[in-house]
């Protein structure tokens, strides 16, 4: 167990395993990202596969190299979240270089095929627009807490509401964060009494 740290700034294109069970030497550094990817990249395990994407392109971590897996929908998507569901990953929302574009969200999958247009639409999602964080509670179903729209006067939202990844993917309004926020990290743990606990 552990955790993987990749990129930022200014370190760009850096990545690391920081080991949680012998943090001095189970730690090591990982093959440097092949392009810089400062923009707040997407990471997940799908199907047992690493996979990242930032800005245009989507990259997996095979036999210690990073090699590119697929092109995204929307090149310039960035600050968006991600979720995995039927081996594929979700991209969803983002800063975008047309707010309008519809594919607000696209399927990235693991077997060689293209970018899939996803299940949420900008136009009924403005929450979505960037900066949200993404919470997986199940394997069909996420919690997307707070964020920001470009296109609004009032950047910062208390928004939190469920998606369901299958089936008609309903949104199912939860009550709102105390205070707005954007930018944020978000997890899940388990409470004291083995209860699942979101956390902002």
Sequence with gaps: PGILVIVGTPASQSVEF?????????SCVLKDYPRDM????????VSGQLVACSEGSCDTFQGGQWKHLVDTMDPTRILSSNAVNDHRMLLIGGLQADPDDPEITEWIPVDGS????????????????????TIQTAPDRIVVTGGRRSNAEDYTYDYVAEYQLTGDFTE????PMLNSRFGHACGVYQ????QQVGSC
Excluded: I, M, R
């Design 172 to 175: 199912t309004p939860l009550t």
């Design 114 to 133: 293209p970018a899939q247009p996803g299940p949420f639409n900008a136009n009924a999602n403005l929450h979505l627009h960037g900066e949200h964080c």
């Design 18 to 26: 920081w080991s949680a069970a012998n943090p001095e030497k189970g």
């Design 38 to 45: 400062a923009y707040s990249p997407n990471v997940n395990f």
């Design 191 to 194: 409470g004291v009494g083995g």
